[in-house]
């Protein structure tokens, strides 16, 4: 009983829920998918592109304790097995987060920002996992469902709880942190992304802002000090319930500060003071974007109470995650190829930290460092400008050679002088055998576009084209 992640009483009263067929005695998880569904979990209802509804027969047959419903879908779905009873499935994983929030004691920390949500949450992940039981949400569960279903999962003896908040519009922020109420609130930085719902930046910047209004009373605030919004953002800390205001970057000043950051193309290195404790600590995922970002990892550990030199240790451990940085070493014609994934999504800060890692990579003999670039979305009227400038960016970044696709990326294709010019293609896949023909042993190649390009297609197809090197392959197993 005491391992289980909530009693049947327990969550029908969380739930606001009425019970048919049955009440089970326990909950070993919570689920949204019967792809990875274990026995004993809740198997939540959710409507997405697919109703969850249509999906509950299957949840029940693979052994799930119950399923969460809605009123509407009830009588078609009685006659199957224990169901939880509600008028809105969403708004009822709600409630549950927030009785979820409520039972632990677990310090919690929550992280948004234009770029490194996902590796900042597994950064701390990793640096607090060595002081205490510590849960994340599963991959990027940064939005209007992945926030309650983390905190519906979180085990009641967490010692620590990661949550990434991510958004499109403004308000959502506010709404997702009100449920998380966090101790430390991290914003890593802010660009253009999501004009295409925003007026400006700043706007941006206040959405993000809205992170600190959640934060319980006398928390921590963490922001960039590089970043140009810093003051806008300080601004809403101090207007918010913290305490505290912590600054991290490499500017004079900063509370966290990189006194030196090696870059190497499989890990980085970095020298850092947290308020002015020296200490020096490898990250095993390579990028500058990383190191700045694992200053504010540290500001937290330390606000926290936690061991900065257990944190360090924990960071060495931090892989490339799949879509963002995961690398694959092939065997190609004539040597080794490196895939360097960073096909989940992009924009136009993730785009110039992507590449500014490539052009650091270590190739081999003959070998090229080669970007594969897809459409930056959401950007609204000032698409075509933003693709145009990081063509300059690119040109001056020391990579080699560009194939480029899709509407936008034809204005950075245009910027581009004629050397670095591998291929155009309207979409990913018109543009897939044309890199296929050109690769050879010794490049590394980096794909990166927004999810809803499909730019992911060509990593799949490099993977099925060329086998894992042995090494790498038995690393992984």
Same mark, same amino acid.
Request: with cysteine; proline share 5%.
């Given at each position: 009983?005491?391992?289980?992640?909530?009693?049947?009483?327990?969550?029908?009263?969380?739930?606001?829920?009425?019970?048919?067929? &049955?009440?089970?005695?326990?909950?070993?998880?919570?689920?949204?998918?019967?792809?990875?569904?274990?026995?004993?979990?809740?198997?939540?209802?959710?409507?997405?592109?697919?109703?969850?509804?249509?999906?509950?027969?299957?949840?029940?047959?693979?052994?799930?304790?119950?399923?969460?419903?809605?009123?509407?879908?009830?009588?078609?779905?009685?006659?199957?097995?224990?169901?939880?009873?509600?008028?809105?499935?969403?708004?009822?994983?709600?409630?549950?987060?927030?009785?979820?929030?409520?039972?632990?004691?677990?310090?919690?920390?929550?992280?948004?920002?234009?770029? #490194?949500?996902?590796?900042?949450?597994?950064?701390?992940?990793?640096?607090?996992?060595?002081?205490?039981?510590?849960?994340?949400?599963?991959?990027?569960?940064?939005?209007?469902? /992945?926030?309650?279903?983390?905190?519906?999962?979180?085990?009641?003896?967490?010692?620590?709880?990661?949550?990434? !908040?991510?958004?499109?519009?403004?308000?959502?922020?506010?709404?997702?942190?009100?449920?998380?109420?966090?101790?430390?609130?991290?914003?890593?930085?802010?660009?253009?992304?999501?004009?295409?719902?925003?007026?400006?930046?700043?706007? !941006?910047?206040?959405?993000?802002?809205?992170?600190?209004? /959640?934060?319980?009373? #006398?928390?921590?605030?963490?922001?960039?000090?590089?970043?140009?919004?810093?003051?806008?953002?300080?601004?809403?800390?101090?207007?918010?319930?913290?305490?505290?205001?912590?600054?991290?970057?490499?500017?004079?000043?900063?509370?966290?500060?990189?006194?030196?950051?090696?870059?190497?193309?499989?890990?980085?290195?970095?020298?850092?003071?947290?308020?002015?404790?020296?200490?020096?600590?490898?990250? /095993?995922?390579? &990028?500058?974007?990383?190191?700045?970002?694992?200053?504010?990892?540290?500001?937290?550990?330390?606000?926290?109470?936690?061991?900065?030199?257990?944190?360090?240790?924990?960071?060495?451990?931090?892989?490339?995650?799949? /879509?963002?940085?995961?690398?694959?070493?092939?065997?190609?014609?004539?040597?080794?190829?490196?895939?360097?994934?960073?096909?989940?999504?992009?924009?136009?800060?993730?785009?110039?930290?992507?590449?500014?890692?490539?052009?650091?990579?270590?190739?081999?003999?003959? &070998?090229?460092?080669?970007?594969?670039?897809?459409?930056?979305?959401?950007?609204?009227?000032?698409?075509?400008?933003?693709?145009?400038?990081?063509?300059?960016?690119?040109?001056?970044?020391?990579?080699?050679?560009?194939?480029?696709?899709?509407?936008?990326?034809?204005?950075?294709?245009?910027?581009?002088?004629?050397?670095?010019? #591998?291929?155009?293609?309207?979409?990913?896949?018109?543009?897939?055998?044309?890199?296929?023909?050109?690769?050879?042993?010794?490049?590394?190649?980096?794909?990166?576009?927004?999810?809803?390009?499909?730019?992911?297609?060509?990593?799949?197809?490099?993977?099925?084209?060329?086998?894992?090197?042995?090494?790498?392959?038995?690393?992984?197993?």
């Amino acid at each position: 009983m005491n391992d289980a992640l909530w009693t049947g009483l327990e969550i029908l009263g969380a739930l606001g829920a009425r019970v048919h067929g &049955g009440l089970p005695d326990t909950i070993s998880g919570v689920s949204i998918d019967t792809r990875t569904l274990a026995p004993g979990d809740l198997f939540c209802a959710l409507a997405g592109s697919r109703d969850g509804h249509e999906f509950v027969a299957d949840a029940l047959a693979k052994g799930a304790a119950a399923a969460l419903v809605d009123e509407a879908h009830f009588d078609a779905l009685s006659h199957l097995g224990p169901l939880l009873v509600v008028p809105d499935v969403l708004a009822a994983m709600g409630a549950a987060a927030r009785a979820a929030r409520a039972r632990t004691k677990a310090q919690v920390v929550a992280v948004t920002g234009s770029v #490194g949500k996902t590796g900042t949450k597994e950064a701390l992940r990793l640096a607090l996992g060595k002081q205490g039981r510590t849960h994340a949400a599963v991959a990027s569960y940064n939005n209007h469902w /992945g926030v309650p279903l983390t905190l519906m999962r979180m085990p009641r003896d967490s010692a620590y709880g990661i949550f990434e !908040i991510g958004m499109n519009a403004p308000g959502e922020i506010a709404a997702l942190v009100a449920q998380v109420r966090p101790h430390v609130a991290i914003i890593t930085t802010v660009g253009p992304v999501h004009l295409e719902f925003f007026p400006s930046v700043e706007a !941006i910047a206040d959405a993000k802002g809205e992170i600190f209004s /959640g934060i319980e009373p #006398g928390g921590t605030a963490i922001i960039n000090r590089d970043n140009p919004h810093f003051e806008r953002l300080k601004l809403h800390a101090a207007a918010s319930p913290a305490g505290r205001i912590v600054s991290f970057g490499e500017q004079e000043g900063a509370d966290v500060r990189a006194e030196r950051i090696l870059l190497k193309s499989d890990m980085t290195i970095v020298e850092a003071r947290v308020f002015g404790e020296a200490i020096t600590y490898r990250l /095993g995922s390579p &990028g500058r974007h990383v190191a700045l970002n694992s200053l504010a990892v540290m500001a937290a550990v330390k606000a926290l109470g936690a061991d900065i030199a257990l944190a360090g240790l924990g960071l060495g451990e931090l892989q490339p995650i799949i /879509g963002r940085g995961e690398r694959t070493s092939m065997k190609g014609p004539g040597g080794t190829i490196t895939l360097v994934d960073e096909s989940f999504n992009a924009n136009p800060a993730s785009m110039r930290a992507a590449v500014d890692t490539l052009a650091e990579a270590d190739v081999g003999l003959r &070998g090229r460092r080669i970007a594969v670039l897809a459409d930056m979305l959401e950007l609204g009227p000032d698409g075509p400008a933003l693709h145009r400038a990081l063509g300059e960016f690119v040109a001056q970044s020391g990579v080699n050679l560009v194939f480029a696709c899709g509407p936008l990326m034809k204005n950075l294709w245009q910027a581009l002088p004629q050397e670095m010019r #591998g291929r155009y293609a309207q979409t990913p896949a018109e543009l897939e055998p044309e890199l296929v023909g050109a690769l050879r042993g010794g490049d590394v190649v980096m794909v990166k576009g927004s999810k809803s390009t499909y730019v992911s297609r060509i990593v799949a197809t490099l993977k099925d084209r060329y086998p894992r090197e042995a090494a790498r392959a038995e690393a992984d197993m």
